[in-house]
């Protein structure tokens, strides 16, 4: 011991600078391999994200319950790591777990058609298309409506000619009224003896003579006379749905 603090002694100004070498050489071999190790891990990515992986589900099965345990080490690949559930990205896409893709494509929901399994599928917009049906309305058009004509028959005996007549006009019967060869012709001629009245039927039991009346009102009547119609067509178009289109040229 007293050697080497000797030997210190009188080589301290050779001693001390070594030392400060060597410290310097140690501190750049642990830089070095700390440097190696990194580019290391860089170089090897794949290897770190696994073993994390590995760290990862072997924390999840420590603490898992034996039916989860068991469904993680059935999803374990045969190389040793765990190939994991398949992520919503990978199901859409249809990736299997070998690697390989899937043949089936998703189908549209909803009507219409569907392209090819290798093709986009398309969602139809329907629109509907419409047209014009005309529906008929027939109605009676009265040109003349319907006219009820009231009369009656006057039945006219006339003296001077000795016949008699029918008319439906109210105003001949006013002229043989007012005619002295009509109404008036047996207060203008009176018969000298009742037998001589054209007109005479015979006498009652009382002896007074009867007459036939010289003239006769009948009715009244009614003459109808029908309406004068035409039918014609008062009927609308109206729009109705025929078809639904969709701008890709599909029809339902």
């Given at each position: 011991?007293?050697?080497?603090?000797?030997?210190?002694?009188?080589?301290?100004?050779?001693?001390?600078?070594?030392?400060?070498?060597?410290?310097?050489?140690?501190?750049?071999?642990?830089?070095?391999?700390?440097?190696?190790?990194?580019?290391?891990?860089?170089?090897?990515?794949?290897?770190?994200?696994?073993?994390?992986?590995?760290?990862?589900?072997?924390?999840?099965?420590?603490?898992?319950?034996?039916?989860?345990?068991?469904?993680?080490?059935?999803?374990?690949?045969?190389?040793?790591?765990?190939?994991?559930?398949?992520?919503?990205?990978?199901?859409?896409?249809?990736?299997?777990?070998?690697?390989?893709?899937?043949?089936?494509?998703?189908?549209?929901?909803?009507?219409?058609?569907?392209?090819?399994?290798?093709?986009?599928?398309?969602?139809?917009?329907?629109?509907?298309?419409?047209?014009?049906?005309?529906?008929?309305?027939?109605?009676?058009?009265?040109?003349?409506?319907?006219?009820?004509?009231?009369?009656?028959?006057?039945?006219?005996?006339?003296?001077?000619?000795?016949?008699?007549?029918?008319?439906r006009d109210p105003q001949r019967?006013?002229?043989?009224?007012?005619?002295?060869?009509?109404?008036?012709?047996?207060?203008?001629?009176?018969?000298?003896?009742?037998?001589?009245?054209?007109?005479?039927?015979?006498?009652?039991?009382?002896?007074?003579?009867?007459?036939?009346?010289?003239?006769?009102?009948?009715?009244?009547?009614?003459?109808?006379?029908?309406?004068?119609?035409h039918e014609e067509d008062h009927?609308?178009?109206?729009?109705y749905v025929d078809y639904y289109?969709?701008?890709?040229?599909?029809?339902?």
């Amino acid at each position: 011991m007293n050697k080497a603090k000797e030997f210190f002694s009188k080589n301290k100004k050779v001693v001390i600078p070594a030392a400060v070498v060597l410290l310097l050489l140690i501190i750049a071999a642990i830089c070095f391999g700390a440097r190696s190790c990194v580019r290391k891990e860089a170089d090897n990515p794949n290897k770190t994200l696994a073993q994390a992986e590995n760290t990862n589900v072997q924390a999840e099965t420590d603490t898992a319950t034996p039916e989860a345990s068991q469904a993680a080490g059935e999803m374990t690949s045969a190389n040793g790591t765990q190939s994991g559930a398949a992520t919503p990205a990978t199901s859409v896409a249809g990736t299997t777990a070998s690697g390989g893709n899937s043949s089936s494509a998703a189908t549209p929901s909803g009507g219409g058609n569907s392209g090819n399994a290798n093709t986009a599928s398309h969602t139809h917009t329907w629109k509907a298309h419409t047209a014009q049906k005309w529906v008929s309305n027939i109605v009676t058009v009265v040109d003349q409506p319907e006219k009820t004509e009231k009369y009656s028959i006057y039945r006219m005996y006339w003296y001077n000619t000795g016949k008699w007549e029918e008319t439906r006009d109210p105003q001949r019967f006013n002229e043989w009224y007012k005619s002295k060869n009509g109404g008036l012709y047996t207060l203008y001629n009176p018969y000298a003896k009742p037998e001589d009245n054209p007109l005479f039927i015979g006498c009652d039991k009382n002896g007074n003579p009867q007459y036939t009346n010289d003239h006769t009102i009948i009715g009244p009547y009614y003459d109808v006379t029908p309406a004068v119609t035409h039918e014609e067509d008062h009927g609308h178009y109206e729009t109705y749905v025929d078809y639904y289109y969709c701008d890709c040229g599909a029809r339902k």
